[in-house]
């Protein structure tokens, strides 16, 4: 015995879906029970809101601290603290070494080089 199913299909203009569909994102925000973010700031009221709070941040210790929101940042630009401090020691060490041939060749220029 077979059964037959009405399916009934609905047809939306693009001009009308926007008036249907929530196209926001509003629902896929993550946003903290505790202190909702209001989902109209722009970036200049996020910066404005984000300088106001600036002291009452912590430096560490959560994704809602300062430390969270460099590692973020950093995260979302491909970079790592990890790989600036690499980066800091690697020059660090290099400038070292060009201290080193700088003073190494003036000793030689002079003839000041004891041997």
Do not use: C, W
Not at 45 to 54: A, S, V
């Amino acid at each position: 015995m077979s059964e037959q199913v009405k399916i009934q299909k609905t047809i939306y203009s693009a001009k009308g879906i926007n008036n249907i569909i929530n196209t926001d994102f509003t629902q896929l925000a993550r946003v903290n029970k505790e202190t909702p973010v209001p989902v109209d700031m722009n970036v200049n009221e996020f910066f404005q809101k984000y300088d106001e709070l600036f002291y009452e941040i912590p430096l560490s210790g959560s994704d809602q601290s300062h430390l969270g929101i460099a590692s973020r940042s950093l995260e979302y630009l491909g970079l790592s603290i990890d790989d600036l401090q690499n980066e800091i020691n690697f020059l660090r060490e290099e400038n070292i070494d060009l201290k080193n041939q700088i003073f190494t060749s003036s000793q030689i220029t002079t003839g000041s080089l004891a041997l």
